[in-house]
């Protein structure tokens, strides 16, 4: 196997990643959701923190795609 | 068929002077990224300047911009205490800069020939020095305020002694990768987004291109276009919000320790 054909199929194992982090951002997203609808009135001082686990949850799916990308075009 | 033409998304990223295509010749030089900066900072400061009237009831731009600094004032106050209001102006400003140049980035000016906006933003560079200052405040307020009782930040002082040893390396690198993670946050999430504009909107072209079926797929892909458009004005939105929230929490273990 040639190095771009490796490339290519490194880079799409990689992208699995994105996805696992999406399931994340949902999980997240939609566990504030089941919190907010049993307690509205706390879930407005509690939207920071959905933030801080948004980005959390996120950053390794970003981690994922820069991983793809330097796999997809190392030299 | 028609011959198929290489989908090259990075090139949006070039950076290059402004009115030529390569990067030579001096080490300073006005390129894209400095001109889109520029057009950031105007449409900042025309922004703020139209709400500055000090009316006792405010018009709807004053109302505007009064929402909008309230916002900011509002995410230090709440992560860092009464005293966040010192560090308001390097988290407005890192909030303000990174949502206008996302916003920016996103519009589509390429509508007039030429005028494709660059995404300031997308370039690591920038977003590494913003979170690199804000890593530089961190330290500096930490080490001000307490001297060397910063580093009992990275110490668990509840838990047993010998697992407190060994969290003080984890604790100590996870603050040492902030300034990475920060900065790449806004940078991939730009980034990204912008490639998958690029792809997509390739495949409108290359529809059209192929003529028959391919007008079918070229019109989901103008939908698919528009909407990731949308979602990418709200990511930068969200991405704005999360590097402002996480300087003002940063700062907030450096002013009261935990």
């Known amino acids: 196997m040639d190095l771009a054909t490796a490339q290519v199929i490194g880079a799409g194992l990689a992208a699995i990643g994105v996805g696992a982090a999406s399931a994340g951002v949902g999980f997240v997203f939609g566990s504030f959701l089941q919190g907010a609808l049993r307690n509205p009135s706390a879930a407005a001082s509690q939207t920071g923190t959905l933030y801080i686990g948004f980005a959390a949850a996120e950053l390794l799916g970003l981690m994922a ?8 075009y190392a030299r | 068929m028609a011959v198929q033409a290489k989908i090259d998304p990075m090139s949006q990223f070039m950076i290059h002077p402004v009115g030529s295509e390569t990067l030579t010749g001096s080490p300073f030089m006005f390129t ?24 006792i009831v405010p018009g709807r731009w004053q ?3 009064e929402g909008y600094v309230g916002f900011c004032d509002n995410i230090t106050r709440s992560s860092i205490g009464p005293e966040g209001r010192k560090y308001l102006p390097w988290v407005f400003t890192a909030f303000t800069f990174i949502l206008f ?47 060397l009782h910063f580093f009992s930040l990275f110490w668990a002082k509840d838990a047993p002694f010998i697992l407190a ?5 984890i604790e100590l ?7 990475f993670s920060l900065g790449l946050r806004p940078f991939i ?14 495949f409108v072209v290359q529809g059209i291109n192929a003529g028959g079926l391919g007008y079918a797929i070229s019109v989901l892909a103008f939908l698919f276009v528009t909407f990731v458009n949308a979602l990418e004005l709200l990511v930068g939105a969200i991405q704005a919000y999360v590097f402002a929230l996480l300087t003002a929490l940063y700062i907030n273990d450096a002013v009261n320790l935990h």
């Open chain 1, 65 to 72: 795609f820069a991983v793809a990308m330097i796999i997809l």
């Open chain 2, 32 to 55: 894209n990224s400095s001109l889109w900066m520029m057009i950031v900072l105007a449409v900042i400061l025309v922004f703020m300047w139209g709400g500055l009237k000090r009316q």
């Open chain 2, 63 to 65: 109302a505007a911009v």
């Open chain 2, 101 to 147: 140049a996302n916003i920016i980035g996103a519009m589509p000016f390429a509508i007039i020939p030429g005028g494709h906006p660059f995404t300031v933003t997308s370039q690591f560079i920038v977003t590494g020095t913003m979170s690199l200052t804000s890593f530089a405040i961190v330290l500096a307020v930490g080490f001000w305020r307490h001297g």
């Open chain 2, 165 to 169: 040893l060994f969290i003080f390396p």
């Open chain 2, 173 to 179: 690198i996870s603050f040492l990768v902030r300034p």
């Open chain 2, 189 to 202: 999430a730009m980034f990204a987004g912008h490639i998958l504009l690029d792809v997509f909107g390739n």
